[in-house]
């Protein structure tokens, strides 16, 4: 017989064993099995309720986007400093803007006299 058909043979029995074994343990622990199989089903339907969810939303925001007739959004991150706020008390410009997009303050207002 050669290396490779013994390694197989060998390869198998202990897979069979252990499979043994495996199914023996389920049947003497019948209860923490059972819970374990609970678990691993709570949290298969969780991870699969989450992502519908979420794909659900992502749909949805597209979809409004769309019916504005939006083809591209831009969208900009607030920096303290150019709103309100304690940084734009410290810098002294209050909060103003001296012109102000959509979003943003496109320059901020010169600083207050004192």
Same mark, same amino acid.
């Given at each position: 017989? +050669?290396?490779?058909? &013994? ?6 029995? =202990?897979?069979? =064993?252990n @499979?043994?074994?495996?199914? =023996? $343990?389920?049947? +003497? ?6 819970? $374990?199989?609970?678990? @691993?089903?709570?949290?298969?339907? *969780?991870?699969?309720?989450? @992502?519908?969810?979420?794909? /659900?939303?992502? &749909?949805?925001?597209?979809? =409004? ?17 150019? $709103?309100?706020?304690?940084?734009? &008390?410290? +810098?002294?410009? /209050?909060? &103003?803007?001296?012109t ?6 496109? *320059? ?6 004192t």
């Amino acid at each position: 017989m +050669s290396p490779l058909k &013994r390694l197989g043979l060998v390869w198998r029995r =202990e897979f069979a =064993e252990n @499979v043994w074994m495996a199914l =023996e $343990t389920l049947r +003497s622990h019948k209860v923490r099995s059972g819970l $374990t199989i609970l678990g @691993v089903v709570i949290a298969v339907v *969780t991870l699969v309720g989450v @992502v519908g969810i979420l794909m /659900g939303v992502d &749909r949805n925001i597209k979809q =409004e986007m769309q019916s504005f007739g939006v083809r591209n959004a831009f969208f900009y991150h607030l920096t303290s400093a150019s $709103t309100s706020g304690r940084a734009a &008390r410290k +810098s002294g410009s /209050g909060g &103003r803007c001296a012109t102000r997009t959509m979003w943003r303050c496109a *320059t901020p207002a010169p600083p207050a006299r004192t």
